[in-house]
């Protein structure tokens, strides 16, 4: 497997992105109405403007080895060059980890693309998440998918199977924690508990600019105990956790992270250095490069750049931006981007070890 070591002089040197969040496609089969994504664009055509399979072989060229890729979207697996543009990404970036959520409405497909995944990257840990927002019909009325759960159950056994033959494969659960669904935290906690193969269960807080803001008002106490399950579901082992070497390491972190979104909630300011647009960079279907996702003015597009990412930081325009992140002009509640402003800031380890060895 590709070791996260690789990166451990971006512990001091924050020089370039070990970590690339990929929105692949704003394609989607499901409208679920807390998606800051999908409200973006609604009156653009969907995949008029996607790069194309060779043009994201340029960009890659560009970028160095890669500690996380993070394909986002739409549906992910509504992209057909979704094993292709894997991979690209592995053979030239060699990624540790690859991220692929999905809402798992179309079991059949995304089996067969995550078997072709797994054939071909077989150095990489293959972290496939399921949403689940609700147990049975409530999942699919919040995400306004009727049969989707049942669909999303179904992908699930189907890729239990490969579970087996790839020891690099990670199933895993995420639920967006928002104003619909916080009263049944425990329910859906204790129903992916019972899901014998999934490793990981995360909870992310609903984010970004949406049409209908309710969706954002969330009761602080009740994120708090459900963050405080997880967490002692993980000290008590009533939780498994990750398959790959460094779990209990991540795991401490995951509780870690969710612990300092709570604050930044409650005290509504940045609580540590980030390190957006210099260790992660945000790319969109159609090029256009961003320090992170909750920032609305990008960087550049690739395709003005001879898809050169180094030249878009190199940029007066990405300059400016990161001065302006770095001065905390900005803050969010971001999961993903909490991994890396934990991981590589020597400051947050006294804790993180703390969390290590409660575990």
């Known amino acids: 497997m590709y070791s996260w070591l690789r990166h451990a002089g971006s512990i001091p040197w924050k020089r370039q992105p070990i970590q690339l969040t990929f929105f692949v496609t704003r394609k989607c089969n499901a409208r679920c109405p807390f998606c800051f994504y999908l409200q973006s664009a609604e009156a653009a055509e969907p995949d008029a403007s996607e790069l194309s399979l060779e043009e994201i072989r340029k960009l890659s060229r560009s970028l160095g080895p890669l500690l996380w890729l993070a394909f986002s979207g739409g549906e992910i697996f509504l992209r057909k060059d979704l094993v292709e543009i894997s991979r690209v990404f592995y053979r030239q970036n060699r990624p540790a980890i690859m991220l692929y959520p999905t809402n798992g409405l179309l079991p059949e497909l995304i089996h067969e693309r995550t078997a072709q995944i797994l054939r071909d990257c077989g150095n990489s840990i293959v972290v496939v998440k399921l949403s689940l927002d609700g147990v049975s019909v409530a999942h699919d009325a919040l995400r306004r998918t009727p049969g989707g759960f049942d669909k999303a159950m179904q992908t699930y056994h189907r890729l239990t199977g490969l579970l087996d033959d790839h020891p690099n494969l990670e199933l895993g659960i ?17 129903f992916v508990q019972g899901l014998k193969h999934i490793r990981t269960h995360t909870i992310s807080l609903v984010r970004g600019h949406l049409a209908d803001a309710s969706h954002k008002e969330v009761d602080h106490a009740k994120y708090e105990q459900a963050i405080g399950k ?50 992660n960079l945000v790319l969109t279907e159609n090029g256009e490069a961003y320090p992170c996702e909750m920032l609305a ?63």
């Open 297 to 359: 003015e990008s960087l550049g597009n690739v395709r003005a750049y001879d898809y050169d990412v180094r030249k878009i930081l190199r940029s007066e325009k990405a300059g400016t931006t990161m001065r302006a992140i770095r001065d905390q002009r900005c803050y969010c509640t971001h999961e993903c981007y909490f991994i890396t402003n934990i991981l590589f800031n020597p400051r947050m380890y006294p804790a993180l070890a703390r969390e290590y060895l409660r575990l």
């Open 230 to 279: 997880l967490a002692a579901n993980l000290r008590n082992r009533a939780a498994p956790t990750y398959r790959f070497r460094g779990a209990r390491l991540k795991a401490a972190q995951d509780i870690l992270q969710r612990r300092l979104i709570h604050r930044t909630l409650l005290e509504q300011r940045r609580l540590i250095p980030c390190y957006a647009g210099r260790l």
């Open 174 to 190: 995420n639920t967006v924690f928002c104003s619909e669904n916080q009263d049944q935290m425990d329910e859906i906690i204790e």
